[in-house]
């Protein structure tokens, strides 16, 4: 004859159990932007990722470790000002055979030399390219309206109230 209770117990005991078929599975979410902290900080500092959330990551993904070293080589080369290990950097670069990183290397192998002094000295550029910065903004506030002297009185005069 077969089961001779009520329709909705086995409702109930379908739905609790197709709750528990998808909470048994355990999903971890990681977001783009964790993701992305890695090129910038430590896995060690990022509170959204773990060791065995990256590993899991890097044997799915073999390419995103290979990119996460090379980033990080390329800032220990900056930090320690070793020229000598750019250009075995810029060979395993272009080995990836990555769009993004071959237009990179593109641009430092350009202008090399400018590139290796950036590595080897501690000087910059910082400061004028912010007076430029600055200078574009407060060209773009007066929308155009103004001629040489009255941009240059508008400079002199924000400067000195900077100053006072």
């Given amino acids: 004859m077969g089961y001779t209770g009520s329709e909705s117990l086995i409702r109930t005991y379908?739905?609790?159990?197709?709750?528990?078929?998808?909470?048994?599975?355990?999903?971890?979410?990681?977001?783009?932007?964790?993701?992305?902290?890695?090129?910038?900080?430590?896995?060690?500092?990022?509170?959204?990722?773990?060791?065995?959330?990256?590993?899991?990551?890097?044997?799915?993904?073999?390419?995103?470790?290979?990119?996460?070293?090379?980033?990080?080589?390329?800032?220990?080369?900056?930090?320690?000002?070793?020229?000598?290990?750019?250009?075995?950097w810029i060979h395993k670069a272009t080995e990836l055979n990555i769009n993004e990183i071959n237009s990179f290397v593109n641009g430092i192998t350009r202008d090399i030399d400018a590139v290796k002094n950036a590595v080897l000295y501690e000087y910059n550029n910082g400061l004028a390219e912010g007076s430029i910065n600055k200078l574009k903004l407060i060209k773009r506030i007066m929308y155009g309206r103004c001629n040489f002297n009255l941009l240059k009185n508008k400079i002199l005069m924000l400067e000195n109230l900077k100053f006072n």
């Fill in 14 to 88: 379908k739905a609790h159990n197709k709750k528990n078929i998808y909470n048994s599975t355990e999903t971890t979410e990681v977001k783009r932007s964790s993701l992305i902290k890695v090129l910038y900080k430590p896995i060690s500092k990022i509170k959204e990722l773990s060791n065995e959330i990256v590993s899991k990551i890097y044997n799915l993904y073999p390419i995103y470790e290979k990119i996460i070293n090379l980033v990080i080589e390329f800032k220990n080369i900056l930090s320690s000002r070793t020229i000598d290990k750019l250009d075995q």
